[in-house]
């Protein structure tokens, strides 16, 4: 491999936090080699999108997983037995997968390695998002601080980063930031129960906050509806 590229492994569901977060990427100069997971979701449509998301960002590599979390369930994302609820809700909600983003960035530390990428990019975001514990500032830094005592990398003394670049910025700076970036969000998807042809129910938290963030940004919503 050259030495002399930076490269990052960038997380992407196939949703407008993470198309962003692969841009944000790209723009900082970063070489991207892009993971996605077929986890068993509710709505497999998305992996479409990261797959037309990555080609239109022309990615270094672009590999998709197979993991069988719906063996654990847990889920409303899961478990097609447990309703993705359509109001507000208390607490962590139906919709959170345990312990997704630590599998998830476990998985991508070890494509990191073999990669020598420098750093590792997640869209998380803690202030227009759903709840979840795996999508706070204390997590990623923890993940951080793991990662680099359970690698060679690390414990060499060239420690990689979990980089979390819109985890302050509410949705509609999202949007703004990837409309800049030149991003098209209708090849998106982040509906929890999106149909076969990607299009979002317009009920679901994700579909509310999404659709919210555009008519904060003053920005055309190009999401396809049911």
């Known amino acids: 491999m050259k030495q002399d590229v930076k490269r990052a492994v960038v997380l992407l569901s196939g949703g407008l936090d993470s198309a962003t977060a692969l841009a944000m990427a790209q723009d900082r100069g970063y070489e991207c080699h892009v993971l996605s997971f077929d986890y068993g979701q509710r709505s497999v449509t ?3 999108a990261a797959r037309n998301i990555a080609e239109q960002l022309g990615v270094a ?27 507000e809700t208390e607490g962590v909600p139906v919709t959170y997968v345990p312990a997704r983003n630590t599998v998830f960035l476990s998985l991508a530390l070890g494509w990191a ?3 020598e990428a420098d ?9 227009d998002y759903s709840g979840y514990p795996d999508c706070r500032p204390e997590f990623v830094a923890a993940f951080e601080t793991m990662a680099n005592l359970a ?10 980063h979990i980089e979390a670049p819109l985890m ?12 800049r970036l030149g991003i098209d969000y209708a090849f998106t998807v982040s509906c929890y129960q999106a149909d076969d042809e990607g299009r979002a129910c317009g009920r679901c938290d994700s ?7 555009f008519v904060d940004a003053g920005v055309a ?5 049911m």
């Open 61 to 87: 590599d672009h590999r998709v997983l197979r993991l069988h979390l719906e063996d654990f369930g847990g889920s409303a994302l899961t478990d097609t037995s447990i309703e993705v609820p359509e109001g």
């Open 113 to 115: 390695e073999v990669l």
């Open 221 to 225: 919503d190009s999401t396809r509806y």
């Open 119 to 127: 750093a590792i990019f997640i869209g998380v975001n803690a202030v």
């Open 151 to 160: 690698t060679r990398r690390g414990v060499c003394g060239d420690p990689i």
């Open 168 to 179: 302050d910025l509410t949705k509609a700076d999202i949007i703004r930031e990837g409309t």
């Open 46 to 48: 998305e992996l479409n």
């Open 207 to 213: 579909c509310r906050l999404r659709a919210k963030g």
